[in-house]
C-alpha cells in the first residue's frame, strides 16, 4: 500500500513536467529519494510511515514549485547536500534551496542564487555534469571549467547598504532648485524633509542602494509610515510614486538586498510633509470655528431679538388694534352725535329761515335772529367737517375739478372773513400778483380749506394783528401749463405762533396746540387735518412754518399751499366739464344752506298750485313720516296751507297709512324704528297700488352708500338733513309739477305710449297692461272698470287711485280717453266712416259719441276727419 502511494506522488512529480532538457534527472532525483527512503525504511517501519511518505512528496511538490516560481530556468543537473539541502545547475548559475522542517510540515523557505559574480567558472553549466563524493563536496561541471565546494563551508552572506535618493519628480518633471514653489533647497540626496503643496501631490522618487557587487541582483522595499501598514516589495524597481496623499505628516523608509527575502535592519528615510489646502490649514479651520460660533451666536441673538421683536410688534399690534378700536369708537360717537345734532339743528334753522324771511321784524330783532341763524350755520358747518373727515376715511370723497379762477375764487372766499376781522380790529389784507389765475380746483374742497386756514388765522391773531393772504403762480419756464407750475396760496399771521414741537404733529387728528387753544378760541382739532386731506385730493402739498412769540421777538405763522397747474396731474374721472356756479361774488355771500341748492330749478314756484288741484280743487294729499315728532310737525307746517298732509312716526304705521289714502306724494325719514325709510320706499315702489307715488327720503347720514342704497329702491329724491325749509319745498313742487306734466301728456297724444311717461317700472308695465286690454276688447260695448281692474288684479278702489295719480283721469275717463283715440286713429285712414268707427270702439249711442269726441279733441267725429284728409 504504501509502495503504491509511492508511485503515485512519483508520477505527480513527472507530471509536473519542468523544463528540463530531458526527464533522465527527475527520475535520478526520485531514485535518489527511494534510495535513501528504502535505506530508512526497515528501521522506521513501526512509526509514522503514512508522514515519511507524506513528506517524501511533499519535499518534492515544494522543490518544483519553488523552481517554477523563482525562474531558474533550465535545469542540468541536482544534487542534495548533507543538510538535505538541494543543488541546482542552471544556464544561469547555481540556486541552493533550502527547506525548513518542522513536526508537520516541510516547506520552502529561501532559495540562494549564485553565478560568475561569487567566483563560478561562468554562469552556464553542463547537463548532467554534477557528483557528490563521501566527504560531501560537490562538483559541478560548466563551459569554462568545473566548481567544487564544501556546501557547510558555504555561507549565505545577506549584503545590505544604506539607500540613497537620486530624483524627485513632480506631476512627472524632474525638480529644480531654483524652479518656483520648489519642496527642495538642496540636492534630493542631501535633503531630509520636503515640505508639497495642496497642488503638488502627485510625486515619485527614484533611489539607489550602494556598494554592491552586483547593482543588477538589488532588490528593494519601502514603508511610508502613516501611509501603509507594512513593507511593501518593488523587486529591483527603485522608483516609487503616489498620488493623491492627505495632508499630513509622513516618513519615506527605503531599505534594499540581495536577497528578497532576507533584508536588514538598514534603511534610510525621508521626511514627507504635505501641506493642506489654505481652507484646510489649522487657522481656516479656527476661522471657520470662529464663523460657525459667530453664526449660531447670531442666530441665537438675532432669534432672541425677533422673538422679543415678535412679541414687542404683537403686543403693539393688539395696542394699535385697541387704539384703533377706542378711535372708531370715538369718531363713531361723534358722528353719531353729529347726525343726532342734525335734527335739532333742522328745527332751529328751518323755522329761523323762515321767521326771518317771512315775517317783518324790528331791526333789532331780526339782527338777533340772524346771529342765532348764523350761530347754528356755524355749528351746522363743524359737523359737516367732522362727517367729512370720515368720508375720508371710507373713501367716499371723491374730487371733482374744473377750470376757474381761482384768483377771484380766493378773494371772494376772503369776503365774509374781512368783516369778522374789522370787527375784531384785525388787518386782513389780500394781495395777488394776477388777478385772474387759471387752474383746475374743486371749489367746493378748496373753499373748506381756505375756509379753515383763514378762520385758524382769525382765532390766532389778537387784536392789532394782521392776516395776509397772498397769491402767486410759481412757473416753470415762464409756462403756466408747463409741468411743475403751481399756484402758491400763502396764509400769514403775527398772531403768537406755535411751538418748534408741534409743528410736525399740527396735521394730525384732534392735535390741539399750546393748551388746546388758538388764541383766545378753543379749537376742535380737526380743520387743518380735513385741510391737508382736501389740499392732497387736488395733487398739491400744504406746508407751515411758525415761531412762537418771546420775549423779544414777535410770533408769526404762515401756511403755504401749492396747487398744481394745468389737469395733466388729475385722473379723467376727476374732471367735469364746467361748476354750475361760477366766481362770482354774490354767490358766495348766499347763506350756507342755500348753497345747497344746485340741483333744484330756481323757477319751479313759478308754475300755479291751484293746475295741481283735481277738477274738485282738492289740495294734494301728503303722508309724512317722521320717528321725531317735532321734525314731523315742523314738516307738516310747511305745507299744511297748500297740501292735505298725514304724519306717521315710524314706517309700519307709515306704509298702512299711504295704502290706506293713497297720497299724491311721500315724505320719510330714512332712520326709523319698526321700519327704515329705505324698506318703506322698497316696499312702495314694488307694489302696484303705491309704485306711482313719488318719494323723498331724509336722512341725516352723508355717506353716499346710504343715498345710493336709497336711490337704487327708486326714491325719487335724497334731501340731507339739516335741510333748508325753501330746499325742501322746491323739491316738493318740482316733483308735482312732473307729474302735473306727465298727465298732460297722456291726456294730448292721440297715441298712448307709456315709455314715454316718467314712470317707474312697475307703473309702466301696469299702464302697458292696462292698455293692451283696453285695445284687445275695444269693439266690446261691456267693456268696463269692474273687468278691467280684474284683469289688473286691483280692487277697483284702488285701481281708480292708481289711475288717477297717473294719468290725472278717473278710470271711466282712462278706458273712454283711449277709445276716443282708436276713433280718432281710424277717421284720419279716411278708410271708415263715423258709423263703423263708433261699432268697431265699442260705442253703440251716436250723441254720446259725437258729444265726448268733440269734448276730447275740440272738434265733432266729421270735421275732424275732413281735416286731417285735408291735411
Not at 390741539?512 to 379749537?523: I, R, T, V, Y
Given at each position: 500500500m504504501i509502495i503504491m502511494k509511492v508511485f503515485f506522488q512519483i508520477i505527480l512529480i513527472i507530471c509536473l513536467k519542468p523544463r528540463m532538457g530531458n526527464y533522465g534527472l527527475v527520475q535520478k532525483a526520485v531514485w535518489i529519494v527511494l534510495i535513501r527512503f528504502l535505506k530508512n525504511l526497515y528501521g522506521k517501519i513501526a512509526q509514522n510511515r503514512l508522514n515519511i511518505l507524506f513528506r517524501l512528496t511533499k519535499f518534492w511538490c515544494y522543490t518544483k514549485i519553488a523552481i517554477i516560481i523563482y525562474g531558474l530556468d533550465i535545469i542540468n543537473a541536482i544534487e542534495e547536500d548533507n543538510s538535505k539541502n538541494i543543488w541546482v545547475s542552471t544556464n544561469k548559475g547555481i540556486s541552493k534551496l533550502s527547506l525548513n522542517r518542522d513536526s508537520s510540515k516541510i516547506k520552502l523557505i529561501t532559495v540562494k542564487n549564485y553565478n560568475k559574480t561569487d567566483g563560478l567558472q561562468s554562469n552556464q553549466f553542463s547537463y548532467r555534469s554534477s557528483f557528490k563524493d563521501n566527504t560531501g563536496k560537490m562538483y559541478f561541471g560548466g563551459i569554462e571549467g568545473y566548481n567544487t565546494f564544501y556546501p557547510n563551508q558555504v555561507k549565505d552572506t545577506i549584503l545590505t547598504s544604506a539607500v540613497i535618493f537620486t530624483d524627485l519628480k513632480l506631476n512627472y518633471k524632474t525638480v529644480r532648485l531654483n524652479e518656483e514653489n520648489a519642496p527642495i533647497k538642496k540636492s534630493i540626496s542631501e535633503t531630509k524633509e520636503i515640505i508639497l503643496q495642496h497642488f503638488q501631490r502627485q510625486f515619485s522618487l527614484t533611489f539607489v542602494g550602494l556598494n554592491y557587487i552586483n547593482p543588477d541582483n538589488v532588490y528593494y522595499s519601502y514603508m511610508l509610515t502613516g501611509f501603509d501598514k507594512q513593507w511593501v516589495f518593488t523587486d529591483k524597481q527603485s522608483t516609487i510614486s503616489f498620488t493623491q496623499l492627505q495632508a499630513g505628516e509622513y516618513e519615506l523608509k527605503v531599505r534594499a538586498s540581495d536577497n528578497p527575502n532576507i533584508w536588514g535592519d538598514n534603511y534610510s528615510k525621508l521626511k514627507i510633509i504635505?501641506?493642506?489646502?489654505?481652507?484646510?490649514?489649522?487657522?481656516?479651520?479656527?476661522?471657520?470655528?470662529?464663523?460657525?460660533?459667530?453664526?449660531?451666536?447670531s442666530i441665537l441673538f438675532y432669534s432672541s431679538k425677533w422673538l422679543t421683536l415678535k412679541n414687542k410688534l404683537a403686543f403693539e399690534k393688539h395696542s394699535k388694534e385697541k387704539e384703533k378700536e377706542l378711535y372708531q369708537n370715538k369718531v363713531r360717537f361723534f358722528t353719531d352725535v353729529s347726525h343726532e345734532l342734525r335734527t335739532p339743528l333742522t328745527l332751529i334753522i328751518g323755522p329761523l329761515e323762515k321767521l326771518v324771511s317771512d315775517v317783518k321784524l324790528n331791526y333789532k330783532l331780526e339782527k338777533q335772529l340772524e346771529i342765532i341763524l348764523r350761530s347754528a350755520k356755524k355749528m351746522h358747518a363743524l359737523i359737516n367737517q367732522l362727517l367729512n373727515l370720515r368720508k375720508f376715511e371710507k373713501g367716499h370723497i371723491k374730487l371733482y375739478a374744473s377750470k376757474g379762477n381761482i384768483a377771484g375764487f380766493a378773494k371772494e372766499t376772503t369776503l365774509p372773513f374781512r368783516e369778522m376781522a374789522k370787527q375784531k380790529g384785525i388787518s386782513f389784507e389780500y394781495i395777488s400778483s394776477q388777478n385772474q389765475i387759471v387752474a383746475w380746483y374743486d371749489r367746493t374742497k378748496m373753499e373748506i380749506a381756505l375756509n379753515n386756514l383763514f378762520s385758524n388765522a382769525l382765532k390766532a391773531t389778537p387784536s392789532g394783528g394782521n392776516i395776509k393772504v397772498k397769491l402767486d403762480v410759481i412757473a416753470e419756464n415762464d409756462?403756466?401749463?408747463?409741468?411743475?407750475?403751481?399756484?402758491?396760496?400763502?396764509?400769514?399771521?403775527?398772531g403768537k405762533g406755535i411751538s418748534p414741537e408741534h409743528i410736525t404733529n399740527i396735521f394730525?387728528?384732534?392735535?390741539?396746540?399750546?393748551?388746546?387753544?388758538?388764541?383766545?378760541?378753543?379749537?376742535?382739532?380737526?380743520?387743518?387735518?380735513?385741510?391737508?386731506?382736501?389740499?392732497?385730493?387736488?395733487?398739491?402739498?400744504?406746508d407751515v412754518k411758525s415761531r412762537k412769540t418771546g420775549e423779544k421777538e414777535k410770533g408769526f405763522t404762515i401756511f403755504t399751499i401749492l396747487i398744481p397747474l394745468g389737469k395733466k396731474h388729475l385722473n379723467p374721472e376727476n374732471i367735469i366739464s364746467e361748476y354750475r356756479t361760477s366766481e362770482d361774488s354774490s354767490l358766495y355771500k348766499n347763506e350756507l344752506l342755500n348753497s345747497e341748492l344746485p340741483d333744484i330749478q330756481k323757477d319751479a314756484g313759478d308754475f300755479d298750485f291751484e293746475s295741481l288741484l283735481d277738477e274738485n280743487k282738492e289740495k294734494p294729499l301728503m303722508v309724512v313720516v317722521e320717528d321725531n315728532q317735532e321734525v314731523c310737525n315742523f314738516i307738516k307746517s310747511l305745507f299744511v296751507d297748500n297740501y292735505r298732509v298725514k304724519t306717521a312716526y315710524n314706517g309700519k304705521k307709515g306704509l298702512q297709512e299711504i295704502i290706506k289714502i293713497i297720497p299724491d306724494i311721500v315724505i320719510s325719514d330714512v332712520m326709523m324704528p319698526e321700519m327704515d325709510g329705505i324698506e318703506l320706499c322698497s316696499i312702495l315702489k314694488t307694489d302696484k297700488r303705491t309704485c306711482h307715488i313719488p318719494v323723498i327720503l331724509l336722512t341725516a347720514r352723508t355717506e353716499l352708500t346710504f343715498k345710493y342704497e336709497g336711490l337704487e329702491t327708486g326714491a325719487d329724491d335724497y334731501v340731507q338733513k339739516p335741510f333748508s325749509a325753501k330746499y325742501l319745498i322746491l323739491k316738493v313742487k318740482n316733483l308735482l309739477k312732473q307729474r302735473q306734466l306727465m298727465h298732460g301728456h297722456f291726456y294730448r297724444n292721440s297715441i298712448v305710449k307709456p315709455e314715454e311717461l316718467a314712470l317707474t317700472p312697475t307703473d309702466e308695465i301696469l299702464i302697458n297692461k292696462a292698455v293692451q286690454y283696453i285695445e284687445k276688447n275695444i269693439n266690446d260695448p261691456k267693456l268696463n272698470v269692474d273687468s278691467l281692474s280684474k284683469e289688473l288684479a286691483l280692487s277697483r278702489v284702488h285701481f281708480y287711485r292708481k289711475i288717477k295719480s297717473i294719468t290725472n283721469l278717473t278710470a271711466v275717463e282712462f278706458i273712454r280717453n283711449i277709445r276716443l283715440k282708436k276713433a280718432a286713429q281710424l277717421l284720419e285712414t279716411g278708410i271708415y266712416n263715423i258709423d263703423e268707427v263708433k261699432f268697431m270702439i265699442g260705442i253703440n249711442d251716436a250723441n254720446y259719441f259725437r258729444t265726448s269726441f268733440k269734448k276730447q279733441f275740440g272738434l265733432n267725429p266729421k270735421d275732424y276727419a275732413k281735416k286731417k284728409s285735408f291735411l
Open positions: 504635505v501641506l493642506p489646502p489654505p481652507w484646510k490649514t489649522w487657522w481656516a479651520y479656527l476661522a471657520y470655528s470662529i464663523i460657525t460660533i459667530l453664526i449660531l451666536g409756462n403756466p401749463e408747463a409741468s411743475g407750475s403751481f399756484v402758491e396760496i400763502t396764509v400769514e399771521d403775527d394730525d387728528r384732534f392735535f390741539q396746540p399750546d393748551g388746546n387753544k388758538l388764541g383766545n378760541q378753543l379749537g376742535t382739532g380737526i380743520g387743518l387735518e380735513l385741510t391737508m386731506r382736501m389740499v392732497k385730493l387736488h395733487g398739491g402739498s400744504i
